[in-house]
């Protein structure tokens, strides 16, 4: 009984307050050229939106009121097809500031319900990814079509496999963003070459950062990249931390801001740890949801 008891207290816990439990990550990264004024830039991800999540809906609105100079959006806006006009209505403050985008896999897909236990099956296994290529069997498909639109009309550059640029006070700043890895969507031979010689700063923007991606962007010359997916692990053990990613990134970068080095090159690596989850595993343990304030100043030296 005493078991039986912790464990609903644990599952309550989870599912009741940690999971709506939104916090603000505040970080600094040294990469911008020296003498150019800091830039404040907001990253939001994973919002797994479902219909009636209204205490999300109101925080991630209040964001705007941080005035970032941009908004990065690293996908899985949705976690349920009807979801659109809530992430919208969610997001709209924020659509009034500059922005970038690429889609996660549950922009594309519904997703499925899953025994959570897979993911440390799938990890002593090796295996990473669900779908593999388009078409996807048996899944529901979302329409990410009318999320693409109103963010497009909203001025927000769509980096899914190309580049985009965006121009803040004179700055010029290029971003080179790949669709989501984890379904096997990344082209990274459509986008390669590195950073743009003419703007002041190159940022590289993925879904799940997976290790071909952070290999192949580190290797380029990419000062910082941002990804989001992994949840910070979602379900995570006190004074231990979390036990999957959900990709081949290993546990100790599965949020906050850690380091990635290939080939002599060493780039700044930003994981969001999101603020939701797949509407099937509606929990949060020892990991709340974020979005994150990253604070860009000049370089070190």
Same mark, same amino acid.
């Given at each position: 009984?005493?078991?039986?008891?912790?464990?609903?207290?644990?599952?309550? /816990?989870?599912?009741? %307050?940690?999971? $709506?439990?939104?916090?603000?990550?505040?970080?600094?990264?040294?990469?911008?050229?020296?003498?150019?004024?800091? #830039?404040?830039?907001?990253?939001?991800?994973?919002?797994?939106?479902?219909?009636?999540?209204?205490?999300?809906?109101?925080?991630?609105?209040?964001?705007?009121?941080?005035?970032? @100079? %941009?908004?990065?959006?690293?996908?899985?806006?949705?976690? @349920?097809?009807?979801?659109?006009?809530?992430?919208?209505?969610?997001?709209?403050?924020?659509?009034? !500031?500059?922005?970038?985008?690429? %889609?996660?896999?549950?922009?594309?897909?519904?997703?499925?319900?899953?025994?959570?236990?897979?993911?440390?099956?799938?990890?002593?296994?090796?295996?990473?990814?669900?779908?593999?290529?388009?078409?996807?069997?048996?899944?529901?498909?979302?329409?990410?079509?009318?999320?693409?639109?109103?963010?497009?009309?909203?001025?927000?550059?769509?980096?899914?496999?190309?580049?985009?640029?965006?121009?803040?006070?004179?700055?010029?700043?290029?971003? *080179?963003?790949?669709?989501?890895?984890?379904?096997?969507?990344?082209?990274?031979?459509?986008?390669?070459?590195?950073?743009? $010689?003419?703007?002041?700063?190159?940022?590289?923007?993925?879904?799940?950062?997976?290790? $071909?991606?952070?290999?192949? %962007?580190?290797?380029?010359?990419?000062?910082?990249?941002?990804?989001?997916?992994?949840?910070?692990?979602?379900?995570?053990?006190? !004074?231990?931390?979390?036990?999957?990613?959900?990709?081949?990134?290993?546990?100790?970068?599965?949020?906050?801001?850690? *380091?990635?080095?290939?080939?002599?090159?060493?780039?700044?690596?930003?994981?969001?740890?999101?603020?939701?989850?797949? =509407? /099937?595993?509606? #929990? $949060?343990?020892?990991?709340?949801?974020?979005?994150? #304030?990253?604070?860009?100043?000049?370089? =070190?030296?």
């Amino acid at each position: 009984m005493g078991i039986t008891a912790v464990g609903a207290a644990g599952l309550a /816990y989870a599912a009741g %307050f940690e999971a $709506r439990s939104f916090r603000l990550r505040r970080v600094t990264v040294p990469v911008l050229p020296p003498g150019v004024r800091p #830039l404040r830039v907001l990253q939001v991800s994973d919002i797994h939106m479902v219909s009636g999540q209204h205490k999300k809906r109101a925080w991630l609105q209040s964001l705007a009121g941080l005035r970032p @100079d %941009f908004v990065v959006n690293t996908g899985d806006n949705l976690s @349920d097809p009807e979801g659109v006009p809530e992430v919208l209505d969610a997001l709209g403050p924020l659509m009034e !500031f500059p922005g970038v985008y690429v %889609f996660g896999s549950n922009d594309y897909y519904g997703p499925k319900l899953r025994n959570p236990a897979r993911y440390l099956l799938e990890k002593a296994q090796g295996r990473h990814g669900l779908n593999g290529n388009a078409p996807a069997v048996g899944v529901v498909h979302n329409p990410w079509e009318e999320l693409r639109d109103a963010f497009d009309m909203a001025g927000w550059v769509n980096l899914s496999n190309t580049r985009g640029r965006l121009k803040l006070d004179g700055m010029e700043l290029a971003f *080179t963003g790949l669709d989501d890895p984890h379904i096997k969507r990344d082209r990274y031979d459509s986008v390669a070459g590195g950073p743009e $010689r003419d703007a002041d700063l190159s940022i590289a923007v993925v879904h799940a950062p997976y290790l $071909r991606s952070l290999e192949a %962007f580190t290797a380029d010359g990419y000062p910082l990249i941002l990804a989001g997916h992994t949840h910070g692990g979602q379900l995570c053990i006190p !004074f231990y931390g979390a036990l999957v990613t959900n990709c081949d990134l290993d546990t100790d970068r599965v949020k906050g801001l850690s *380091t990635h080095s290939t080939e002599g090159n060493r780039a700044y690596l930003h994981v969001s740890a999101g603020c939701g989850t797949n =509407r /099937y595993t509606p #929990l $949060r343990f020892a990991c709340p949801p974020e979005a994150t #304030l990253l604070t860009l100043v000049a370089r =070190r030296g």
